[in-house]
């Protein structure tokens, strides 16, 4: 098991990846939407359209950043319609066994999703001390978009608010 990201859901993602980028020199790959027909919360099939990012520090610590904009996610358990920390990512070679070990810690799935580029899973409990986690697995390398490095405070880099559709076999993490 790796650490992958911190995750957290916000209500305008160009308005914070522009605060995170001028106050703490984070680097955003371009935002993509996508729209999931066919994933899980709470045990019932709950589609949701969403605007993400990954950005990274200068040292490489990785934020996933998340905009509902339609339906509802795993990140809304965690803060309703509002925003915050909601989740630590994890990289894991099998998230059924990733998820059934983390049962034996008293950690429920909550939400699962499948595609022939990633499976994941987010996991709740008390003893995670409120954010979720998310087991993760790319069944294929990854893929990444960062930009190059720029000035901090400077305009969106290259292609940031770019919006790419992406079907719910063809998500990106």
């Not at 990274?56 to 319609?81: C, P, W, Y």
Request: aromatic share 8%; with cysteine; charged share 20%.
């Amino acid at each position: 098991m790796e650490f992958l990201h911190v995750g957290m859901k916000v209500n305008d993602i160009h308005k914070s990846m522009a605060m995170f980028r001028t106050l703490f020199g984070i680097t955003w790959e371009p935002v993509k939407e996508y729209s999931l027909t066919d994933i899980t919360l709470m045990g019932m099939i709950t589609p949701c359209t969403t605007l993400v990012t990954h950005g990274k520090t200068a040292s490489g610590f990785e934020i996933e950043m998340i905009q509902v904009t339609a339906g509802r996610t795993a990140d809304n358990l965690v803060v309703g319609d509002g925003e915050g920390l909601t989740h630590f990512g994890f990289l894991v070679e099998d998230v059924g066994a990733a998820v059934a070990k983390a049962g034996k810690w008293g950690l429920r799935s909550v939400c699962e999703y499948n595609s022939e580029y990633v499976d994941f899973a987010f996991v709740e409990g008390p003893s995670l001390g409120g954010p979720l986690a998310q087991l993760i697995h790319f069944k294929q390398s990854r893929k990444t978009h960062f930009p190059p490095a720029h000035t901090a405070g400077s305009p969106h880099p290259q292609g940031a608010r770019r919006k790419r559709k992406r079907s719910s076999t063809s998500l990106v993490s």
